[in-house]
């Protein structure tokens, strides 16, 4: 059903005359601008803001840059996940041997990634946002010759360009409203805009924003795009595109409009919490191994847009401290989401590229034949899981620890939305748990289910090297949040309407404010690491009184040798799962039987086939389509051809304006 | 002259005009079409001599001349010549609206010219203005009669009654438009109208016949 | 100062008259190309004198203000483009037999006849001799679009010729009922002038003026391509052989959207600005609602480009309907940047036509691994088309829904764009499924003819160029907007 994505075509995308030390320089020069975007983000941050200012692009309006602490945090962020995948690249593209224009298009794609929050004016913001959709759009299509993936380009793109109109409409109502086209005379005008005008933004923007943020209901570029692209670009856009439309929520809703009605937080709240569940649902029974980290981004997402929206709803209840710890969640699981992502993707990228597959079911046993990329996925892996010594545990302990130590008092609203919260929120962990176990497990584990696993090659140094930077990444959320404490400490502070500076500190022990509960990740690690070496000292330590070990063959209960087709594979595995969660999912399975020839007791082959489809897609998209496709098809029929109903047409015209026109 | 005469021969003409136009409805042959259309370019003509002598200006006569040998004498004898061409007799093939219909169709045409124009005769009520409405009517008939024929010589006969009664009714309102964009228009639309034939005549060679109904395949 | 005034009527009258005289050679196609960049030249120049408000005139025959040197700048660009492509276009059809020598000297004589017609509308000292040189364009291109002689391509003519003749002969109409509407009967060879309509505007009949103003909407928008007289666009532009259907589709419909645009500032002073507001944007909305619907079910890739331009046009009735000065700036920023990219596409498109032998887009595959050249073109010109950073699109589109927020049309915006979008979709869906692939096998590589691969080359850097804000452009743009009483 997949075709090898490497064998086919390779004379197509290797572009003749591609000099052997292009991928390098784009590679490098793609995390040269990595690092200076994470200098510049943290001065940002700091305390030295960046204002410039370009008259010559754009006619009539002009670009303008202003650098404030909350866009130089996610500059930053963005910085760090581009250095990583920077050196990523220079080893995957020459193994991959892409043409010149990819190698162009990657740093030019981080470019825009680091001008959009660094925007000071609207025109800016969207110049950059629709130069990042078109530069990711044909880094998508680097592949182009495979049916596949122009296809997830065409989605990719009418979704992304809906997304950009909803932004459009809510920042020019907004810009012209406030009578200034920067975000900083927004902000100022603010408060005397008008109830109506704000919601409408509110809306807009969530729909448009939690597009590119993979929030649903336009998430499906997501599952889409992410398998197709080449797993560089799939991690910038997972570990890095994604958090921009998070960032465009907050710059727009929470700063600039300076928050809402309770109403906002809860709308988000709930967005970001069927975007979890959905999300983790469909990484769960996802056989594909890009398509569950595709997945697992849009859960990842609502469980930060759950947070903010968490923030939001505390913060105009009146709970300024509880709102500040769940901002801080969000914050963190931001950071921690583009570590573990980024790892994931570009480990996944690592197995493509030595095996050719990314089918689960025909993966396995690559522990042995790629061990650092099994120990880095693993850590990966864990991240995303939300488990203690996990990336994305503290993000995910706060947030929980905000919404269980909310003071409920008599407010029905929030007894109503907090208990659903916490069990959304529980419910994710659970469900993502199950897809990262099936990931790591099924895919790296046991024995190889196919040749294509069998002949697995190991990444090469620089691909390493990408990956180790990612994973340092993710270890040091993991044990020590407190290096990222001043960061976000600084950063909280400029959304005084979700409160503030008032959050956790982040030491080696968090505390949270005014509630009782603290854990520290740092002993804990430190902990489980005394455990083990204590144990494996023991081990060795009774090896000595121990006899000789003694091969012997695995018992397999009696029948022939063990075979790869005995294990789990990655449907079976989820299959429990998907029968539980049938109606959401409604999957397409289709059994055939082929009888023989001669005899219709006999049964010469079965196919069992099933297909995963994303229900949102199906019930939402389709529909639309295919009523602008009829509507299309009524106006093609009016045009019949014939000059006499043309001529009639301007003679109606004519009759009207005679009339109207009096 | 005086203003009676002068009112009588506007209004004749004018009505002349129109009942061309009507007759071109009714009768649809193309060569007593080509006959009607050269009637009504001598009723056209007559407006702007008519005013010139009345004003005793010398240009509406002129422009009143070059009309009469363009639009009464130059175009029908062309278009005579590219009808010789034509086979099948000078029957028009079943047409899209048959002539009870076409002709009540004409009746309210006029009703909504008369109508329409109004505005024009309040703005300016000189004889020629009163008169402007026939030319009106004339013009949303030649509309008409461009919107119901299938054959293309008499959609492009259409066409020049359109340019007829708008001549008309622009000769009506006022004095004539300045001379030099009457010229321009006089020029185009005798160009136009040499462009429809050569188009007519290379219709014959490619598709047998001129039946516009055959002019389907474009479209998507 | 009078002979540049009358070069950009005067250089392509002499090329065709060497082409009627000598028949088609390259040589004469060159001279005609250069008539074309003497067209962009004089604009160019043009832009200095008129500067600010200023007019200049000659012999009470042609005038000049911004607005009349941005058209020149515009018909200027594109012609270019399209006699540079004209050249090769011929010479291959010459070669192949598609074509004889005699409607080669007809192509050469009516396409330098075209670009004089045009000038001449752009340059007009009233709005009657402005009516002249639109309906002449008509007749002129009616035998540009019936080049090929085919059955299509004759269907395509005679639907061009008839339904545009009776637009414009309302248009017709509408100029004498102005002319009515200000003299009460006193006639004067200048009362047509568009200096002297506007300083009178104020003392013309109201009800009149408003009949006029419904035929003249209807009339040129039947030249620009909106709903109702829109039926013609689609079959004439994708018959047209490539240089005639960029010239088309790039200026001629702005040409016209310029005779609407002078008509509108004089009957805005009249009637105020709510008659044509509303009359260009039901016209426009309409427009661009059918153009985007037709534009999704296409399978010709000609047509597709027809229908993005009636697009286009629907977005600039709006900007037009809207009438401050962003808008109007914008409006002309889009007109320039859409004429080039239109340019580019056609001319690609036609090499690609020429190397298929059709127009099917189910028929052309993978053309960016066959010919970099061609394929880059084409999607460089898409690209710009559908209004993506950094080409100069953008820039207009944004300057478009800008002016409309600020005049409070937020809902007309976000219907706008809902059908932009669509237009997108169509787009892009054709668009990749052309340029992208691999070459299966029949698919070979082609080159285009020398001429065209030099007219892509200078179309994809004027592209460019109007990425950035050259600041004599955008004080143009600004003084025409000026110009047209826009001070709002």
């Given at each position: 059903m997949?075709?090898?994505?490497?064998?086919?075509?390779?004379?197509?995308?290797?572009?003749?005359?591609?000099?052997?030390?292009?991928?390098a320089?784009?590679?490098?020069?793609?995390?040269a601008?990595?690092a200076?975007?994470?200098?510049?983000?943290?001065?940002?941050?700091?305390?030295?803001?960046?204002?410039?200012?370009i008259?010559?692009?754009?006619?009539?309006?002009?670009?303008?840059?202003?650098?404030?602490?909350?866009?130089?945090?996610?500059?930053?962020?963005?910085g760090a996940?581009?250095?990583?995948?920077?050196?990523?690249?220079?080893?995957?593209?020459?193994r991959?041997?892409?043409?010149r224009?990819?190698?162009?298009?990657?740093?030019?794609?981080?470019?825009?990634?680091?001008?959009?929050?660094?925007?000071?004016?609207?025109?800016?913001f969207?110049?950059?946002?629709?130069a990042?959709?078109?530069t990711?759009?044909?880094?998508?299509?680097?592949?182009?010759?495979?049916?596949?993936?122009?296809?997830?380009?065409?989605?990719?793109a009418?979704?992304?360009?809906?997304?950009?109109?909803?932004?459009?409409?809510?920042?020019v109502?907004?810009?012209s409203?406030?009578?200034?086209g920067?975000?900083?005379?927004?902000?100022?005008?603010?408060?005397?805009?008008?109830?109506?005008?704000?919601?409408?933004v509110?809306?807009?923007?969530?729909v448009?924003?939690?597009?590119?943020?993979?929030?649903?209901?336009?998430?499906a570029w997501?599952?889409?795009?992410?398998?197709?692209?080449?797993?560089?670009?799939s991690?910038?856009?997972s570990?890095?595109?994604?958090?921009l439309?998070?960032?465009g929520i907050?710059?727009?809703?929470?700063?600039?409009?300076?928050?809402?009605?309770?109403w906002?937080?809860?709308t988000l709240?709930?967005v970001?919490a069927?975007s979890?569940?959905?999300?983790?649902?469909?990484a769960?029974?996802s056989?594909?191994?890009?398509?569950?980290?595709a997945?697992?981004t849009?859960e990842?997402?609502?469980?930060i847009?759950?947070?903010?929206?968490?923030?939001?709803?505390?913060g105009?209840?009146?709970?300024?401290?509880?709102?500040a710890?769940?901002?801080t969640?969000a914050?963190?699981?931001?950071?921690?989401?583009?570590?573990?992502?980024?790892?994931?993707?570009?480990?996944?990228?690592?197995?493509?590229?030595?095996t050719g597959?990314?089918?689960?079911?025909?993966l396995?046993?690559?522990?042995?034949?790629?061990?650092?990329?099994?120990?880095?996925?693993?850590?990966?892996?864990?991240?995303?899981?939300?488990?203690p010594?996990?990336?994305?545990?503290?993000?995910?302990w706060?947030?929980?620890q905000?919404?269980?130590?909310?003071?409920?008092?008599?407010?029905?609203?929030?007894?109503?939305v907090?208990?659903?919260?916490?069990g959304?929120?529980?419910?994710?962990t659970?469900?993502?748990?199950v897809a990262?176990?099936?990931?790591?497990?099924?895919?790296?584990l046991a024995?190889?289910r196919?040749?294509?696993?069998?002949?697995?090659?190991?990444?090469?140094?620089?691909?390493l090297?990408?990956?180790?930077l990612a994973?340092l990444?993710?270890?040091?959320?993991?044990v020590?949040?407190?290096?990222?404490g001043?960061?976000?400490?600084r950063?909280?502070?400029?959304?005084?309407?979700?409160?503030?500076?008032?959050?956790?500190?982040?030491?080696a022990?968090?505390?949270?404010?005014?509630?009782a509960g603290?854990?520290s990740?740092?002993?804990?690690?430190?902990?489980?690491?005394?455990?083990?070496?204590?144990?494996?000292?023991?081990?060795?330590?009774?090896?000595?009184?121990r006899p000789?070990?003694?091969?012997?063959?695995?018992?397999?209960?009696?029948?022939?040798?063990?075979?790869?087709?005995?294990?789990?594979?990655?449907?079976s595995?989820?299959?429990?799962?998907?029968?539980?969660?049938?109606?959401?999912?409604?999957?397409?399975?289709?059994?055939a039987?082929?009888?023989?020839?001669?005899?219709?007791?006999?049964?010469?082959?079965?196919?069992?086939?099933?297909?995963q489809?994303?229900?949102v897609?199906?019930?939402l998209y389709?529909p639309?389509?295919?009523?602008?496709?009829?509507v299309?098809r009524?106006?093609?029929?009016?045009?019949?051809?014939?000059?006499?109903?043309?001529?009639?047409f301007?003679?109606?015209?004519?009759?009207?304006?005679?009339?109207?026109?009096? | 002259?005086?203003?009676?005469?002068?009112t009588?021969?506007?209004t004749?003409?004018?009505?002349?005009?129109?009942?061309?136009?009507?007759l071109?409805v009714?009768?649809?042959?193309?060569?007593?079409t080509i006959?009607?259309?050269a009637w009504?370019?001598?009723?056209?003509?007559?407006i702007p001599?008519?005013?010139?002598?009345?004003?005793?200006?010398?240009?509406p006569?002129?422009?009143?001349?070059?009309?009469?040998?363009?639009?009464?004498v130059l175009?029908?004898?062309?278009?005579a010549?590219?009808?010789?061409?034509?086979?099948?007799?000078?029957?028009?093939?079943?047409?899209?609206v048959n002539?009870?219909?076409?002709?009540?169709?004409?009746?309210?045409?006029?009703m909504?010219?008369?109508a329409?124009t109004?505005?024009?005769?309040?703005?300016?009520?000189?004889?020629?203005?009163?008169?402007?409405?026939?030319?009106?009517?004339a013009?949303?008939?030649?509309?008409?009669?461009?919107?119901?024929?299938?054959?293309a010589?008499?959609?492009?006969?259409g066409?020049l009654m359109l340019?007829?009664g708008?001549?008309?009714?622009?000769?009506l309102i006022?004095?004539?438009?300045?001379?030099?964009?009457?010229?321009?228009?006089?020029?185009?639309?005798?160009?136009?109208?040499?462009?429809?034939g050569?188009?007519?005549?290379?219709?014959r060679?490619?598709?047998?016949?001129t039946?516009?109904?055959?002019l389907?395949?474009?479209?998507? | 100062?009078?002979?540049?005034?009358?070069l950009?009527?005067?250089?392509?009258?002499?090329a065709a008259?060497?082409?009627?005289?000598?028949g088609?050679?390259?040589?004469?196609a060159?001279?005609?190309?250069?008539?074309?960049?003497?067209?962009?030249?004089?604009?160019v120049?043009?832009?200095?004198?008129?500067?600010?408000?200023?007019v200049?005139?000659?012999?009470?025959?042609?005038?000049?203000?911004?607005?009349?040197s941005?058209?020149?700048?515009?018909?200027?660009?594109?012609?270019?483009?399209?006699c540079?492509?004209?050249?090769?276009?011929?010479?291959?059809?010459?070669?192949d037999?598609?074509?004889?020598?005699?409607?080669?000297?007809?192509y050469?004589?009516?396409?330098p006849?075209?670009?004089?017609?045009?000038?001449?509308?752009?340059?007009?000292?009233?709005?009657?001799?402005?009516?002249?040189?639109?309906?002449?364009?008509?007749?002129?291109?009616?035998?540009?679009?019936?080049?090929?002689?085919?059955?299509?391509?004759?269907?395509?003519?005679?639907?061009?010729?008839?339904?545009?003749?009776?637009g414009i002969?309302?248009?017709?109409?509408g100029?004498?009922?102005?002319?009515?509407a200000?003299?009460?009967?006193?006639?004067?060879?200048?009362?047509?002038?568009i200096?002297v309509?506007?300083?009178?505007?104020?003392?013309l009949?109201?009800?009149v003026?408003?009949?006029?103003?419904?035929?003249?909407?209807?009339?040129?928008?039947?030249?620009?391509?909106?709903?109702?007289?829109?039926?013609?666009?689609a079959?004439a532009?994708?018959?047209?052989?490539?240089p005639?259907s960029?010239?088309?589709?790039?200026?001629?419909?702005?040409v016209?959207?310029?005779?609407l645009?002078?008509?509108?500032?004089?009957?805005?002073?009249?009637?105020?600005e709510?008659?044509?507001?509303?009359?260009l944007i039901?016209?426009?909305?309409l427009?661009?609602a059918v153009?985007?619907?037709?534009?999704?079910?296409?399978?010709?890739?000609?047509?597709?480009?027809?229908?993005?331009?009636?697009?286009?046009?629907?977005?600039v009735?709006?900007?037009?309907?809207?009438g401050t000065r962003?808008?109007?700036?914008?409006?002309?920023?889009?007109?320039?940047?859409?004429?080039?990219?239109k340019?580019?596409?056609?001319?690609?498109?036609?090499?690609?036509?020429?190397?298929?032998?059709?127009?099917?887009?189910?028929?052309?595959?993978a053309v960016?691994?066959?010919?970099?050249?061609?394929?880059?073109?084409?999607t460089?010109?898409?690209?710009?088309?559908?209004?993506?950073?950094?080409?100069?699109m953008?820039?207009?589109?944004?300057?478009?829904?800008?002016a409309?927020a600020?005049?409070?049309?937020g809902?007309?915006?976000?219907?706008?764009?809902?059908?932009?979008a669509?237009?997108?979709?169509?787009l892009?869906?054709?668009g990749?499924s052309?340029?992208?692939?691999?070459?299966?096998?029949?698919?070979?590589?082609f080159?285009?003819p020398?001429?065209?691969?030099?007219?892509l080359?200078?179309?994809?850097?004027?592209?460019v160029?109007?990425?950035?804000?050259?600041?004599?452009?955008?004080?143009l743009?600004?003084?025409?907007?000026t110009?047209?009483?826009?001070?709002?």
């Amino acid at each position: 059903m997949k075709r090898d994505p490497v064998a086919s075509g390779t004379a197509v995308r290797s572009g003749t005359g591609v000099a052997s030390g292009a991928p390098a320089v784009s590679g490098g020069v793609t995390a040269a601008l990595g690092a200076l975007g994470v200098v510049v983000g943290l001065r940002a941050v700091f305390g030295a803001p960046l204002h410039a200012s370009i008259g010559w692009l754009v006619p009539f309006a002009g670009l303008r840059i202003d650098l404030d602490p909350l866009g130089g945090a996610f500059m930053a962020l963005t910085g760090a996940v581009a250095a990583a995948v920077g050196v990523y690249a220079i080893g995957y593209a020459r193994r991959e041997h892409w043409a010149r224009f990819p190698l162009v298009m990657l740093p030019v794609f981080v470019l825009t990634l680091l001008v959009v929050p660094a925007a000071g004016s609207v025109t800016t913001f969207l110049f950059g946002w629709e130069a990042m959709a078109l530069t990711s759009l044909a880094l998508v299509l680097t592949e182009h010759h495979r049916d596949e993936v122009r296809s997830a380009g065409l989605f990719y793109a009418v979704l992304t360009q809906i997304g950009f109109v909803a932004i459009l409409v809510a920042l020019v109502s907004l810009s012209s409203a406030s009578g200034s086209g920067d975000f900083a005379g927004i902000r100022a005008a603010a408060g005397d805009l008008g109830p109506a005008l704000r919601n409408g933004v509110f809306l807009l923007t969530v729909v448009g924003f939690g597009s590119k943020a993979g929030l649903l209901p336009l998430h499906a570029w997501l599952p889409r795009a992410h398998p197709e692209a080449p797993s560089p670009v799939s991690a910038l856009m997972s570990a890095a595109m994604v958090n921009l439309g998070i960032y465009g929520i907050v710059r727009i809703d929470v700063q600039a409009l300076g928050g809402g009605p309770r109403w906002w937080g809860t709308t988000l709240m709930v967005v970001g919490a069927a975007s979890a569940v959905f999300g983790v649902l469909q990484a769960s029974v996802s056989a594909d191994l890009k398509r569950l980290l595709a997945y697992s981004t849009t859960e990842n997402m609502g469980l930060i847009a759950m947070a903010i929206g968490a923030s939001m709803l505390l913060g105009a209840s009146g709970l300024a401290s509880v709102a500040a710890i769940a901002l801080t969640a969000a914050l963190l699981h931001l950071v921690a989401h583009a570590a573990f992502k980024a790892l994931g993707f570009l480990a996944a990228g690592s197995v493509l590229a030595g095996t050719g597959l990314r089918d689960l079911d025909r993966l396995g046993g690559l522990a042995r034949r790629m061990p650092y990329t099994t120990v880095l996925f693993g850590i990966a892996a864990l991240g995303a899981t939300g488990l203690p010594l996990g990336a994305g545990f503290v993000g995910e302990w706060l947030l929980l620890q905000s919404l269980i130590h909310t003071p409920q008092g008599d407010n029905t609203l929030l007894s109503l939305v907090i208990p659903l919260s916490i069990g959304a929120l529980a419910l994710t962990t659970g469900l993502g748990i199950v897809a990262m176990v099936k990931a790591f497990g099924i895919g790296f584990l046991a024995r190889p289910r196919s040749e294509g696993a069998e002949k697995a090659r190991e990444a090469s140094p620089t691909m390493l090297v990408g990956m180790a930077l990612a994973a340092l990444g993710c270890v040091v959320v993991a044990v020590a949040p407190a290096a990222l404490g001043p960061a976000l400490t600084r950063v909280a502070s400029t959304l005084p309407s979700v409160g503030g500076d008032q959050g956790p500190k982040l030491g080696a022990i968090l505390r949270l404010p005014g509630a009782a509960g603290s854990v520290s990740p740092a002993i804990l690690a430190a902990a489980f690491a005394v455990a083990i070496s204590l144990v494996l000292l023991l081990a060795r330590w009774g090896v000595g009184a121990r006899p000789a070990a003694v091969v012997r063959p695995l018992w397999a209960g009696g029948g022939p040798a063990l075979t790869p087709r005995m294990q789990y594979t990655a449907t079976s595995f989820a299959e429990p799962l998907q029968r539980v969660f049938d109606d959401v999912l409604r999957p397409d399975t289709d059994v055939a039987v082929t009888h023989v020839a001669e005899s219709r007791y006999l049964i010469e082959k079965i196919t069992f086939r099933t297909a995963q489809a994303d229900a949102v897609e199906e019930h939402l998209y389709w529909p639309v389509v295919r009523a602008v496709a009829a509507v299309a098809r009524g106006v093609r029929k009016a045009h019949t051809g014939s000059i006499h109903l043309y001529l009639l047409f301007g003679t109606i015209g004519l009759l009207v304006v005679i009339v109207v026109g009096r | 002259m005086i203003t009676a005469t002068y009112t009588g021969i506007l209004t004749l003409a004018a009505g002349s005009f129109l009942l061309a136009a009507v007759l071109i409805v009714w009768r649809r042959g193309l060569r007593a079409t080509i006959s009607l259309l050269a009637w009504q370019g001598v009723a056209l003509a007559t407006i702007p001599i008519a005013n010139g002598v009345h004003q005793r200006s010398w240009m509406p006569i002129a422009v009143g001349i070059v009309v009469l040998a363009l639009r009464g004498v130059l175009l029908p004898l062309l278009l005579a010549r590219a009808v010789r061409g034509e086979d099948q007799g000078a029957r028009e093939p079943t047409p899209l609206v048959n002539t009870t219909a076409a002709l009540l169709v004409t009746a309210a045409l006029t009703m909504i010219a008369y109508a329409a124009t109004r505005p024009l005769i309040e703005h300016s009520p000189t004889p020629g203005t009163r008169a402007a409405p026939a030319a009106f009517a004339a013009l949303l008939i030649a509309v008409f009669v461009m919107v119901s024929r299938r054959r293309a010589m008499s959609q492009a006969i259409g066409f020049l009654m359109l340019d007829n009664g708008i001549a008309a009714t622009a000769f009506l309102i006022t004095a004539g438009v300045p001379l030099i964009v009457e010229l321009g228009a006089s020029l185009d639309i005798l160009f136009a109208m040499i462009v429809l034939g050569v188009l007519t005549d290379r219709m014959r060679q490619s598709f047998g016949d001129t039946d516009l109904n055959q002019l389907r395949e474009l479209r998507d | 100062m009078a002979g540049l005034l009358f070069l950009p009527i005067a250089a392509p009258l002499v090329a065709a008259s060497l082409a009627a005289i000598f028949g088609w050679h390259r040589w004469t196609a060159i001279v005609t190309a250069l008539s074309a960049m003497a067209i962009l030249g004089a604009g160019v120049t043009l832009a200095f004198f008129t500067d600010g408000e200023s007019v200049v005139d000659s012999h009470h025959l042609v005038r000049a203000d911004a607005l009349s040197s941005t058209m020149l700048l515009v018909i200027g660009a594109v012609a270019t483009l399209a006699c540079l492509a004209s050249i090769g276009y011929i010479d291959a059809e010459l070669a192949d037999g598609h074509t004889s020598p005699q409607a080669a000297r007809l192509y050469g004589v009516l396409l330098p006849l075209f670009l004089a017609t045009m000038a001449l509308s752009v340059m007009a000292m009233s709005i009657g001799v402005m009516w002249v040189g639109i309906e002449a364009t008509t007749v002129v291109t009616a035998f540009l679009v019936g080049h090929r002689r085919t059955r299509a391509a004759l269907e395509a003519t005679w639907k061009y010729v008839i339904i545009c003749s009776f637009g414009i002969a309302l248009a017709f109409l509408g100029t004498v009922l102005v002319y009515f509407a200000g003299t009460t009967g006193e006639p004067g060879n200048h009362s047509l002038d568009i200096d002297v309509l506007l300083s009178g505007a104020a003392r013309l009949d109201p009800r009149v003026t408003s009949l006029a103003a419904g035929l003249l909407l209807l009339g040129y928008g039947a030249k620009a391509g909106l709903v109702p007289f829109h039926t013609w666009l689609a079959d004439a532009h994708s018959q047209a052989p490539a240089p005639v259907s960029a010239l088309m589709s790039g200026v001629l419909l702005s040409v016209a959207f310029y005779a609407l645009l002078r008509v509108k500032s004089i009957i805005d002073l009249t009637l105020g600005e709510g008659f044509m507001r509303v009359g260009l944007i039901v016209m426009g909305l309409l427009t661009l609602a059918v153009a985007a619907l037709l534009l999704v079910v296409q399978t010709d890739f000609k047509r597709m480009l027809a229908y993005s331009s009636m697009e286009n046009m629907g977005i600039v009735a709006i900007a037009a309907a809207v009438g401050t000065r962003l808008a109007i700036a914008a409006l002309l920023l889009h007109v320039l940047a859409h004429g080039v990219a239109k340019a580019l596409v056609f001319v690609s498109s036609g090499a690609i036509q020429g190397a298929h032998g059709s127009t099917a887009i189910a028929n052309v595959r993978a053309v960016l691994a066959r010919s970099p050249l061609v394929g880059s073109a084409f999607t460089l010109g898409i690209v710009v088309l559908l209004g993506l950073p950094p080409f100069a699109m953008f820039a207009s589109e944004w300057g478009v829904a800008r002016a409309l927020a600020a005049q409070h049309f937020g809902w007309l915006l976000g219907t706008m764009l809902v059908f932009v979008a669509i237009a997108f979709t169509g787009l892009v869906r054709a668009g990749s499924s052309m340029m992208l692939g691999a070459p299966q096998a029949g698919d070979t590589p082609f080159v285009p003819p020398r001429a065209i691969g030099g007219t892509l080359i200078l179309g994809i850097g004027l592209s460019v160029a109007l990425c950035f804000s050259l600041g004599p452009l955008t004080n143009l743009l600004d003084a025409a907007a000026t110009t047209l009483g826009a001070g709002r």
